[in-house]
């Protein structure tokens, strides 16, 4: 995962915050809390974040006597980092191949470690939709070698999903499709190809 940035940023650390912090944007860190997760010093991380920082790509917030990190999603280059990260994570490839076969796919959420931006090796995802159940255990089969992560599917319909809304509950979650938004998207990108 981190191999698609190690000729571009020359600091793995760095690279790790971006990863970490650019995959799910509305997730904060401080950092005592990165060094652990990396297991790197807290001054290694205190320079990066502070570098990161200086030049705007990451938000501080002072909260009592710690100070939280975010993806500074207003910054001009936050759209691209964002789709680089998700990119060097696999989700563009999980996205496109899963969601554009399987049916009446509503809403797909990335849950648990890759939503905190932890490359954990597996990713959790869940479904809502009228889903092709032959189509998804294929594609899941295809994508997992493709990207070499083991990936765990549950799917709900949207009945399901409305009545059982403690599933998300106390999980990092990330919003990866969104039936009707995603469908006029590509309705758009293939009228001005």
């Known amino acids: 995962m981190l191999d698609v940035f190690n000729g571009l940023i020359t600091s793995k650390v760095r690279a790790r915050i971006l990863m970490r912090l650019f995959l799910n944007p509305d997730q904060n860190a401080y950092l005592r809390e990165l060094a652990k997760e990396f297991d790197v010093s807290p001054s290694q991380i205190k320079e990066e974040l502070d570098n990161l ?19 500074n999603t207003s910054h001009s280059l936050f759209p691209e980092l964002h789709s680089m990260v998700k990119k060097a994570m696999g989700m563009d490839r999980i996205l496109e191949s899963i969601a554009m076969r399987l049916g009446n796919l509503e809403l797909a959420f990335v849950v648990d470690d890759y939503a905190e931006g932890k490359d954990s090796g597996l990713i959790d995802l869940v479904l809502v939709g009228d889903i092709d159940w032959v189509n998804l255990r294929d594609l899941v089969r295809k994508t997992e070698k493709y990207i070499q992560r083991k990936i765990r599917t549950l799917v709900f319909t949207p009945e399901e999903f409305k009545n059982d809304s403690k599933i998300m509950e106390n999980r990092a979650v990330l919003l990866i499709w969104k039936g009707k938004e995603n469908e006029r998207q590509k309705k758009t990108i293939s009228n001005t190809e």
Do not use: W
């Open 53 to 71: 920082s200086s030049v705007g790509l990451l938000s501080r917030e002072k909260r009592g006597r710690q100070i939280n990190y975010s993806a």
